[in-house]
Structures are given as structure tokens and as C-alpha cells.
């Protein structure tokens, strides 16, 4: 009956982790947020927004949303702007006024990128410059963007196990396109920062002037941009300290402060809450500003969107060095589930290996004294 017992013991040790179910990891934490690559990214004028939680539906549970701003919060800045995200990607057509009031209580200010209707106070960025996954990338649909639109293409490295391949020549030619090249959040705010500029005349002096467009902790301080219309010469340009404004070549296409000439005036480029000092040769009396939707007079801007990114190191191992401009949709990932089966397989082999020996000798000592 003992050795009975034994071998039943035995068994159930060895078959408890083999039928035992696996347990769902912890939310994961992806450390290449708070490493050098992410350093680079924003230092090369990325962006890093939210896109909640790894298989959680944002729409259906909103606690997402802050709970990512504070996840992304304690890894890296959101941009060189600012330290908050203000971009946020969801997978809904419709955000309405109870998700839309979560976004705006979070200070997300951009959603996107297929979604059409979205309370007061957001504004949508839309994904119309196809993909640029190898086979999916469209020149064409790129080349007929409007005036001073911005053009949002969709990548996303990985899908499950599986990894897209970029379309290397897409890449390539976009480099070479003579656009700005920026993001959700800092085309937004540059708009936003033009349209609260304005300009003051005495005599031969223009003063252009910008104001803060947004208060708070969460703002973001992005230059913006205006034209200003003039019948002078320019004597010089200088900033409110009477240092020299730096001059743009016009060969920039990426977001800096600076002016140049253009036919009729120039266009300035200042941060918010600044003042920049244009010196005129002869007395203007009609000066006309007008703000500018894209950075240095360029036709329109682009952005790439780097949707469900769990693993940053993945999402831009393609792209070090590229002159293309990203905005990245962070995704809190799923902590790899760790299994029962292997440990407690482990532990039971400690116990039954033991066991099995001295029921193999007992059994062996009472066959001999049997015998």
C-alpha cells in the first residue's frame, strides 16, 4: 500500500506543471526609453506621444490615457519643446465627449490618425500618406499633398512576432524632398505659435512680437512662423537683447528660429513670448504680417507615425541616421508571461527525484528479504 502511495505521489509532482496554467505577466517597461536612443530621437527632432496600453481598447477603459502620459512622463521628455505628451493614437473612428474629456484632462491636444469626429478642443491628425511598409508605400498619394498640409505616413516595425520590412527606396526619395519634415505636435503648435504673432510699426522699425499660445505645466514652447510684408531694405534683424537674429539659408527642413528674405518682405521664425527687432533702410507705412502653417515657406510637411511602439530599439533600428522626422505612438507592453510550468517543474524534480531513489531502495530491500 506504501509503495502504492509513493508512486502515486511521484506522479502528481511530475504532472502538476505540465497541467498547471500559465499566469499573465505585469505591465513591462520598455527601458530603451530612458536610454541614448531616445536622447537621439528627440535631439533629431522626434516626438514621443501615447498610444496606451498593450491589448487594452482605450476607448472601453479610458484609465489608459493618464496612465500612459505618467508611464511615458517617467521615462523621457516628449519632445525638445516639451516635457509632456501632448499626441495621442486610438483605434476609434469616434471619440466621444466622456473620452474626449479624458484626452483634454490629460493635456493631449492631437489624436489620430483615423479618427473623423472629436469634441471641441482636439484636433485630428490624419493618416494620408499610406505606409511605408515594402509594398504598401505610395509615392503618388505623398506627391499630391495640398499647400502647407501635412502629410502623415503610417509604420509600425512589428506585429506580433512578426517584423515589416521598410520600403528602402520610398525612405530615399523622401529624404530628398524639398519639405518640412516634423511632427503631430510640433506642426500643431507651430501653427498655433504664427497665429499669435503680431507686429507693431514706428517709423523705420517693425517689432514682431509673439505671445504663449498655451499656459500651464504641459505647454510646449514651438516656434512659429510668419511673413512679414514690407516696401524697405532690411538694415538688420536682431532679437530683443539687440543680439543678431541667426539668418535661415532657406535649405532647412527642419523646425529652427531664424529669418530670411523672400520676395516682398521675409519671413521670421521666433519662439513664443519673444520679440524680434527688424531695422528698415526708409520709413514703411504698410507693413502686413501674415502666419505661415509651414516652417521656412516649404510647400507642406510630413511625418512618420510609429504606431503600438512597445520596444523603441525595434521601431527605429531602420532609421538611424535618416534625415525623416518621427512621431512615436508609445505603448506600455505586456511583461512576457511567465510560466509556472518551467519553474515548478524544477522544484517538483527536487522532490520526486528524492523520493523516487528511496522508494526504488525500499522496493529493491523488500524484494531481497522476499527472496
Known amino acids: 500500500m506504501g509503495g502504492k502511495l509513493q508512486t502515486l505521489l511521484v506522479s502528481a509532482l511530475l504532472l502538476i506543471p505540465i497541467l498547471a496554467p500559465s499566469v499573465a505577466g505585469e505591465w513591462g517597461t520598455d527601458t530603451w526609453l530612458s536610454s541614448v536612443i531616445a536622447e537621439e530621437r528627440i535631439a533629431s527632432g ?6 496606451g496600453y498593450e491589448g487594452i481598447v482605450t476607448a472601453v477603459e479610458p484609465w489608459v490615457i493618464s496612465a500612459c502620459k505618467e508611464y511615458l512622463e517617467g521615462q523621457t521628455n516628449a519632445s525638445k519643446w516639451g516635457h509632456s505628451p501632448i ?3 486610438i483605434d476609434s473612428n469616434v471619440i466621444n465627449e466622456e473620452l474626449g474629456d479624458a484626452l483634454k484632462g490629460s493635456g493631449f491636444q492631437i489624436v489620430g490618425d483615423l479618427v473623423d469626429e472629436v469634441p471641441e478642443g482636439l484636433y485630428i491628425a490624419t493618416r494620408n500618406g499610406a505606409s511605408l511598409e515594402k509594398g504598401v508605400a505610395d509615392k503618388n498619394l505623398i506627391e499630391e499633398a495640398g499647400d502647407d498640409s501635412l502629410v502623415s505616413i ?10 515589416v520590412r521598410e520600403d528602402k527606396e520610398v525612405i530615399s526619395w523622401l529624404e530628398e524632398q524639398e519639405v518640412w519634415f516634423t511632427t503631430w505636435g510640433e506642426w500643431y503648435n507651430h501653427r498655433e505659435s ?3 504673432t503680431m507686429s507693431f510699426v514706428n517709423e523705420s522699425t517693425i517689432t514682431i512680437a509673439s505671445s504663449p499660445q498655451y499656459a500651464g505645466v504641459d505647454s510646449w514652447a514651438v516656434p512659429g512662423s510668419v511673413k512679414v510684408a514690407f516696401e524697405s531694405t532690411v538694415v538688420e534683424v536682431s532679437g530683443a537683447d539687440g543680439s543678431p537674429f541667426p539668418l535661415l539659408t532657406g535649405s532647412e527642413r527642419k523646425l529652427v528660429v531664424g529669418w530670411r528674405q523672400v520676395e516682398g518682405g521675409i519671413i521670421v521664425t521666433q519662439n513664443p513670448h519673444s520679440q524680434v527687432i527688424v531695422e528698415l533702410e526708409n520709413i514703411s507705412d504698410n507693413v502686413d504680417i501674415t502666419p505661415l502653417s509651414t516652417f521656412n515657406n516649404l510647400d507642406y510637411s510630413i511625418t512618420v507615425v510609429g504606431h503600438h511602439t512597445t520596444n523603441l530599439f525595434r521601431w527605429t533600428q531602420d532609421f538611424s541616421g535618416t534625415e525623416l522626422t518621427f512621431t512615436w505612438l508609445i505603448e506600455r507592453p505586456i511583461e512576457e508571461a511567465v510560466g509556472w510550468k518551467l519553474p515548478l517543474f524544477a522544484i517538483s524534480m527536487l522532490i520526486a527525484v528524492p523520493l523516487s531513489i528511496i522508494f526504488l531502495i525500499r522496493n529493491d530491500q523488500f524484494s531481497e528479504s522476499n527472496g
Do not use: Y
Request: aromatic share 14%.
Open 46 to 51: 522626434d516626438e514621443f506621444g501615447c498610444q
Open 87 to 89: 499626441s495621442f493614437g
Open 154 to 163: 503610417h509604420w509600425r516595425a512589428r506585429i506580433g512576432d512578426l517584423r
Open 194 to 196: 504664427g497665429k499669435s
